[in-house]
Nanobody, 124 residues
């Protein structure tokens, strides 16, 4: 059983930066993928980026390539999402999700563990 908790959301002006954290309870198995999703008001939840815990492989959604960076810290059991050059359209609740496989996939129904979400608001 893995529990995930996001933090780091907030209000930022367009062009600014934020770093989100996803802390996992317990030790993450090597065959785990952690991903970030986001959901804007009135829209479906969208895959943002994922990272394979053991191999450090990453996969980015098209809308954030070149602006967002995912990383992980083994010692802290934490995954980070560095978000730069933020745009108003990045405004959403950001969720951390986990699945027991090394394969990074964008389908949210394949992730069994979810955090409660953290709000990111980008003002224009």
């Amino acid at each position: 059983q893995v529990q995930l908790e996001e933090s780091g959301g907030g209000l930022v002006q367009a062009g600014g930066s934020l770093r989100l954290s996803c802390a996992a309870s317990g030790s993450l198995a090597s065959s785990v993928t952690i991903a970030w999703f986001r959901q804007a008001p009135g829209k479906e939840r969208e895959f943002v980026v994922g990272i394979s815990w053991s191999s450090d492989s990453t996969y980015y959604g098209d809308s954030v390539k070149g602006r967002f960076t995912i990383s992980r810290d083994y010692a802290k059991n934490t995954v980070y999402l560095q978000m730069n050059s933020l745009k108003p359209e990045d405004t959403a609740v950001y969720y951390c999700a986990g699945r027991g496989s090394r394969s990074i996939v964008a389908a949210q129904n394949l992730y069994g563990y979810w955090g409660q979400g953290t709000q990111v608001t980008v003002s224009s």
